[in-house]
């Protein structure tokens, strides 16, 4: 079971991530959706990025700040909640990963396994 600390953090960093997408897809850059992100729930930068990390849990108070900038009734964050499933980022780059694995002959999906892990560490 986890804490409610996670769950927060968790939940907020869902609605960060689903907050990223539909930018992306309107057409803004990646750099500086941190910075629009803080901005929209009315934090400073160095407060998500602190938060996001988990080196400062989200307390009650800016739980329901985030909760109120992003339409979600009081006490959203304080539940765990299944994941939502692959994100259209994450198909992409799969769906490449699986493209690269396939066309691939043994040896260089040993080489692609290989520098996988050696970039998870």
Wanted: glycine share 8%; net charge positive.
């Amino acid at each position: 079971m986890s804490s409610i600390s996670t769950f927060r953090r968790l939940n907020a960093l869902s609605l960060f991530q689903a907050f990223a997408e539909e930018r992306i897809a309107a057409g803004d850059p990646p750099k500086g959706l941190e910075a629009a992100w803080a901005a929209r729930i009315e934090v400073s930068g160095a407060t998500w990025s602190m938060a996001k990390s988990g080196a400062r849990p989200i307390g009650d108070k800016l739980a329901r700040q985030i909760e109120q900038h992003c339409s979600k009734p009081a006490g959203w964050l304080d539940e765990e909640r299944e994941p939502a499933g692959l994100s259209p980022g994450e198909q992409q780059f799969l769906a490449l990963a699986l493209k690269t694995y396939r066309a691939t002959n043994s040896d260089g999906r040993k080489r692609l396994r290989q520098w996988l892990k050696s970039f998870a560490e």
